[in-house]
């Protein structure tokens, strides 16, 4: 009996443990971001058959989130919520090709699109589009944000990329872009719900 007891201890303190290390990376990041109203949530639920990594946070309406509220940890850009209930939140992520992000790379700053591909998903790398033919983007570079529209703030880490290539149609550039966020271990997240 005393060893169950020890034993279920133990479970409530590392679970304790690793909260603490992920809220402490949180705060991190918040500090940067001090001007947007954030809500940090638990991920309570993944569906195993979505080659996306999309998952269940345990808040949503009551708290202030809503459709397509961007989703992020302390190391980058995760995915957008896309449905919501009194309690729980449903995240598509930057894997899904459903989801689509703005973004800047590399030292002339060049615009390209990164979304999710359903070929690429299983490797966890996302693609980023439209970038110029000229372009200087190279392996290593950081993709980040551009704030056009109306989901996504600014200067957001979305990943690195890992290579760049000439499009199926030789207009533009495509570049492989591997998340900065473990999309697939992610367990805390916080949420941008404004950031006008």
Known sequence: ??????????IEYDRMAMENKEYKEL???????SQYSTVDANVIGRDGMDKFYSFTIDKADKHGIG?????MTADGVVGVVVETGPNFAR???ILSPAVSVGCIAGGERDVGIVTGSYDLSES????MHYLPKDTKVKAGDIVS??????VFPK?????????????????SKVAAVKP?????????????????
């Open 67 to 71: 459709v397509n509220d961007v989703v």
């Open 145 to 150: 944000t551009t704030g056009y529209g109306s």
């Open 155 to 171: 200067d957001l880490i979305v990943g690195t990329v890992e290579s760049v290539d000439i499009d199926s149609a030789g207009n």
């Open 91 to 93: 995240v598509s992520t």
């Open 1 to 10: 009996k005393d060893l169950a007891i020890m034993r279920s201890k133990q």
């Open 180 to 196: 900065a966020a473990d999309l697939t271990g992610v367990k805390i997240v916080f949420v941008i719900t404004d950031f006008s």
């Open 124 to 127: 966890n790398i996302c693609t």
């Open 27 to 33: 705060l991190g990041i918040i500090d940067d971001i």
